[in-house]
């Protein structure tokens, strides 16, 4: 537990251990927020090792940990469907003879452009490379720092294997699904607040005229509230004391397409919430609650919008 061994709990005589886990069942006064399911490589050794995965979908990610060769010269890590196993959609390639590592697809028979980004994995180091999936990029990263953002150049529906070649080897592997996005989706943050500098991560698809996120204080105050007209091309932010809303807020552009994903942080500042949709600074807004490194309690996302993935980091 939090990387220190905790115990361990012995299989009953009459149980499988391969075959009798079947489900899994959380209850109690926890947020949830992430579930893996981890692969193990019976036998750490050369490669090539392949990875079976479920299909992925916006919001799943998974994780490979390993150990690169002293002499190593380049590792491939390649993402495809077993439905369709000459289609390479992503393939990460860190290049040690070229102090880089490439991102290609290789699509109908042939490679694409490549992109490249640093060279971050080391000879004779352990790493964690973990893909997240967006609805419109491949974000990667590696040793828990981001690496690259690989925009698709194909529709990920169905990816379900990686597979790694080269110089390295493979410890095992890791997989979170999408969480359930129902709503109104209601969710309190780690530590019981949202602290100063931390980010609430919404990804989503306008799917009607009308979805808001909200920060609720205590008896029926709302601390920050966001609401995206789509017919109007309205972005409102306000908030709300004492049975009362305060000035409205309107300026800015509007970033938001029904039918298009988006993802969009609000960064909880010194002195006020920084909002930026898909990279774009799009505007902040002024605290108007006193203490707002501990008085950010929970969030409400509600409305016409698809919720791909929301999450605090």
Not at 120 to 129: A, I, M, P, Q, Y
Not at 207 to 235: C, M, Q, S, Y
């Amino acid at each position: 537990m939090n990387s220190i061994p905790f115990g361990e709990f012995k299989h009953h005589p009459n149980i499988n251990p391969d075959k009798d886990y079947n489900n899994l069942s959380i209850d109690g006064d926890v947020d949830v927020i992430k579930l893996e399911k981890a692969q193990a490589v019976e036998a750490p050794g050369s490669t090539p090792v392949l990875f079976k995965l479920r299909p992925l979908k916006a919001g799943d990610s998974f994780s490979i940990e390993g150990r690169i060769n002293e002499d190593a010269n380049k590792v491939d890590f390649n993402l495809y469907s077993s439905a369709n196993p000459k289609q390479n959609v992503l393939h990460v390639n860190p290049r040690f003879y070229q102090n880089t590592t490439v991102m290609n697809s290789y699509l109908d028979g042939h490679w694409g452009e490549e992109e490249l980004a640093p060279l971050v994995f080391r000879r004779g180091e352990s790493f964690t490379l973990e893909v997240n999936v967006y609805a419109t990029y491949f974000e990667i990263s590696c040793n828990g720092k981001k690496l690259y953002k690989y925009k698709h150049r194909t529709p990920y529906d169905g990816l379900d294997r990686i597979v790694i070649y080269g110089d390295c080897t493979v410890l095992g592997s890791s997989s979170s699904e999408r969480r359930d996005t129902t709503l109104p989706l209601e969710m309190g943050f780690p530590g019981g607040s949202l602290k100063t500098n931390q980010s609430i991560i919404l990804q989503g698809i306008p799917r009607g005229d009308r979805w808001t996120l909200e920060l609720p204080g205590n008896d029926g105050d709302i601390l920050f509230h966001f609401k995206a007209l789509l017919r109007a091309k309205t972005v409102i932010r306000n908030a709300l004391f004492d049975g009362s809303w305060g000035r409205e807020e309107k300026e800015g552009p509007f970033p938001f397409k029904m039918g298009e994903p988006f993802s969009i942080v609000f960064q909880n500042t010194p002195y006020s919430i920084r909002i930026t949709v898909d990279d774009e600074l799009f505007g902040t807004f002024a605290h108007r609650t006193e203490d707002p490194k501990v008085d950010y309690k929970r969030m409400k996302v509600d409305g016409d919008i698809e919720v791909i993935d929301v999450y605090v980091r």
